[in-house]
Protein backbone atom coordinates (compact mmCIF):
# COMPACT_ATOMS: atom_id res chain seq x y z
CA UNK A 1 0.00 0.00 0.00
CA UNK A 2 1.07 3.34 -0.86
CA UNK A 3 1.07 5.44 1.94
CA UNK A 4 2.17 9.33 0.61
CA UNK A 5 2.14 11.30 -2.46
CA UNK A 6 4.95 13.85 -1.97
CA UNK A 7 8.25 13.56 -0.65
CA UNK A 8 9.39 15.28 3.06
CA UNK A 9 13.31 15.45 3.26
CA UNK A 10 13.49 16.49 6.61
CA UNK A 11 13.16 12.73 7.91
CA UNK A 12 12.68 9.42 6.93
CA UNK A 13 9.68 8.17 6.22
CA UNK A 14 7.36 5.23 4.36
CA UNK A 15 6.30 5.19 1.31
CA UNK A 16 4.97 2.42 0.94
CA UNK A 17 4.74 -1.56 2.47
CA UNK A 18 3.12 -5.18 1.41
CA UNK A 19 3.75 -8.55 2.96
CA UNK A 20 7.07 -8.75 2.04
CA UNK A 21 9.00 -5.14 2.47
CA UNK A 22 8.92 -1.83 3.31
CA UNK A 23 9.77 1.16 1.30
CA UNK A 24 11.47 4.05 2.92
CA UNK A 25 12.54 7.57 1.21
CA UNK A 26 15.63 8.15 2.97
CA UNK A 27 16.33 11.70 5.18
CA UNK A 28 17.50 13.91 2.46
CA UNK A 29 17.43 11.91 -0.18
CA UNK A 30 15.35 11.67 -3.45
CA UNK A 31 15.40 7.89 -4.37
CA UNK A 32 13.13 5.18 -2.18
CA UNK A 33 14.68 2.09 -0.44
CA UNK A 34 13.17 -0.97 -0.90
CA UNK A 35 13.87 -3.47 2.68
CA UNK A 36 13.26 -7.04 2.78
CA UNK A 37 14.99 -7.89 5.80
CA UNK A 38 14.31 -6.63 9.76
CA UNK A 39 14.91 -3.48 10.48
CA UNK A 40 14.58 -0.49 12.72
CA UNK A 41 13.83 3.28 11.98
CA UNK A 42 13.31 6.37 13.31
CA UNK A 43 13.32 9.97 11.53
CA UNK A 44 16.92 9.92 11.38
CA UNK A 45 18.33 6.13 11.45
CA UNK A 46 17.68 3.63 9.56
CA UNK A 47 19.21 0.00 10.84
CA UNK A 48 19.05 -2.55 8.51
CA UNK A 49 19.05 -5.97 8.80
CA UNK A 50 18.41 -6.15 12.37
CA UNK A 51 18.99 -9.20 14.07
CA UNK A 52 16.13 -9.86 15.50
CA UNK A 53 14.58 -13.32 14.24
CA UNK A 54 11.65 -12.99 16.88
CA UNK A 55 10.23 -9.68 18.88
CA UNK A 56 8.81 -12.43 21.76
CA UNK A 57 12.18 -13.31 22.41
CA UNK A 58 13.93 -9.74 22.20
CA UNK A 59 17.06 -10.34 24.27
CA UNK A 60 18.28 -7.68 27.33
CA UNK A 61 21.04 -6.62 24.62
CA UNK A 62 18.42 -5.86 21.67
CA UNK A 63 16.77 -4.08 24.18
CA UNK A 64 19.55 -1.74 25.09
CA UNK A 65 20.04 -0.83 21.67
CA UNK A 66 16.47 0.20 21.20
CA UNK A 67 16.99 2.36 24.30
CA UNK A 68 20.28 4.09 23.30
CA UNK A 69 18.03 5.63 20.09
CA UNK A 70 16.34 7.37 22.59
CA UNK A 71 13.04 7.30 21.58
CA UNK A 72 9.14 8.15 23.30
CA UNK A 73 7.59 5.36 21.53
CA UNK A 74 8.12 1.94 20.41
CA UNK A 75 6.03 0.47 17.63
CA UNK A 76 6.89 -3.19 17.19
CA UNK A 77 5.03 -4.34 13.63
CA UNK A 78 3.87 -7.91 14.94
CA UNK A 79 1.49 -9.24 13.13
CA UNK A 80 -0.52 -10.04 16.21
CA UNK A 81 -2.73 -9.12 19.01
CA UNK A 82 -1.25 -8.31 22.33
CA UNK A 83 0.05 -10.99 23.76
CA UNK A 84 1.72 -12.16 27.31
CA UNK A 85 5.07 -11.90 25.70
CA UNK A 86 4.44 -8.70 24.58
CA UNK A 87 3.49 -7.38 27.73
CA UNK A 88 6.40 -8.67 29.15
CA UNK A 89 8.83 -7.00 26.61
CA UNK A 90 6.65 -3.76 27.29
CA UNK A 91 7.12 -3.46 31.04
CA UNK A 92 11.09 -3.73 30.39
CA UNK A 93 10.51 -0.17 28.90
CA UNK A 94 8.30 1.10 31.51
CA UNK A 95 10.91 2.66 34.20
CA UNK A 96 12.68 4.75 31.17
CA UNK A 97 9.62 6.29 29.95
CA UNK A 98 9.38 4.65 26.77
CA UNK A 99 5.23 4.00 25.01
CA UNK A 100 5.25 0.44 23.64
CA UNK A 101 2.22 -0.78 20.79
CA UNK A 102 2.46 -4.42 19.16
CA UNK A 103 0.67 -3.72 15.97
CA UNK A 104 0.07 -4.82 12.07
CA UNK A 105 2.52 -3.58 9.48
CA UNK A 106 0.07 -1.83 7.86
CA UNK A 107 -0.72 0.14 11.25
CA UNK A 108 2.48 0.05 12.56
CA UNK A 109 3.72 2.39 9.33
CA UNK A 110 1.08 4.51 8.74
CA UNK A 111 1.55 5.55 12.88
CA UNK A 112 5.09 5.87 12.22
CA UNK A 113 4.59 9.02 9.53
CA UNK A 114 1.79 10.13 12.23
CA UNK A 115 4.35 10.47 14.52
CA UNK A 116 7.69 11.25 13.04
CA UNK A 117 5.55 14.42 11.32
CA UNK A 118 4.49 15.60 14.55
CA UNK A 119 8.30 15.39 15.75
CA UNK A 120 7.50 12.54 18.00
CA UNK A 121 10.77 10.54 18.92
CA UNK A 122 9.39 7.08 17.53
CA UNK A 123 11.23 4.40 16.59
CA UNK A 124 9.59 1.39 14.48
CA UNK A 125 10.66 -2.59 14.81
CA UNK A 126 10.24 -4.66 11.77
CA UNK A 127 10.64 -8.51 12.49
CA UNK A 128 9.46 -9.68 8.85
CA UNK A 129 9.14 -13.52 10.82
CA UNK A 130 6.82 -11.87 13.11
CA UNK A 131 4.40 -9.86 10.52
Not at 13 to 27: E, G, L, T, W
Not at 59 to 74: F, G, T, Y
Amino acid sequence: MKLSLEAVSEYNQIHSYDDNNVVIRPQHQDRLDVIETNFILTADTLIRDWAVSDIQQLSAAKVAELQRLDPEVILFATGSGLTVEHQKIAQLFVPHHIGVEFMDLGPACRTFNLLVTEQRKVLLAVCFQSV
